[in-house]
């Protein structure tokens, strides 16, 4: 097997073994070891892009590796309990999101209103579910979601801009994206005790890191094909 493959492989087991060491440390309730291992994944996707990627659509690697960087920063933002730690958390994923819309409208993105249409009612229905209860937090839901309905959108328009298999994962990764942030915002925003908010962390942290996962993998094969 060559170098880059072979390092590649070893990243994707890298990622597997931090997400399973932070599933492990969320379970026994160790939230400060997780300062190290949540904010581990997301390098070791984008590292596994580069090793995993070519010399096509360098825009469009460069602007997915950007995402994901900024997305550890939101990794370790967001496991504070406070507001503040929230709304932080919210702005380094909300630029995320954004590195990933310019990405994609750069490698040739052109959705449709058939596709745009659902995803927008589904982030102002999520706006509207959580925000009786989101107090001081309501700018964050009139920021962010939007900013993750438009990397949907953009991801969705992606079909005839890539080769079929790495469009096929970038719209996954996407749509994967925003059952993860559902179940986040259910954790942060709902009624719920301690306990029911806890067992939502390995649905959340699996949908999301395999969101990003689809993302990366599908971007790394568009810019070999």
Known sequence: MPARPRLASALGLAVGGALAADLALALTGRARIRRVTKPLIMPLVAARLLANSGSRRPGLRDHTVAALLLSCAGDAAILGESDRALAGGAAWFGLAQLFYVRG??????????????????????????????????????????????????????????????????????????????????????????????????????????????????????????
Do not use: H, K, N
């Open 104 to 225: 994609f409208r750069r490698a040739g993105s052109r959705p449709s209103a058939a596709v745009t249409l659902p995803i927008v009612l589904a982030a102002a229905g999520g706006i509207g579910g959580y925000w009786p209860r989101a107090g001081a937090l309501r700018p964050v839901l009139v920021c962010y979601p939007p900013l993750l309905a438009a990397m949907a959108v953009s991801a969705s328009g992606l079909g005839d801009a890539l080769p079929a298999p790495a469009a096929r994962r970038i719209v996954a990764g996407a749509r994967v994206f925003l059952a993860s942030d559902t179940i986040v915002g259910a954790q942060r925003f709902l009624d719920l005790t301690p306990r029911q908010r806890d067992a939502l962390e390995v649905p959340a942290m699996v949908t999301y890191v395999a969101a990003q996962w689809l993302i990366a993998d599908g971007v790394g094969r568009a810019t070999r094909g």
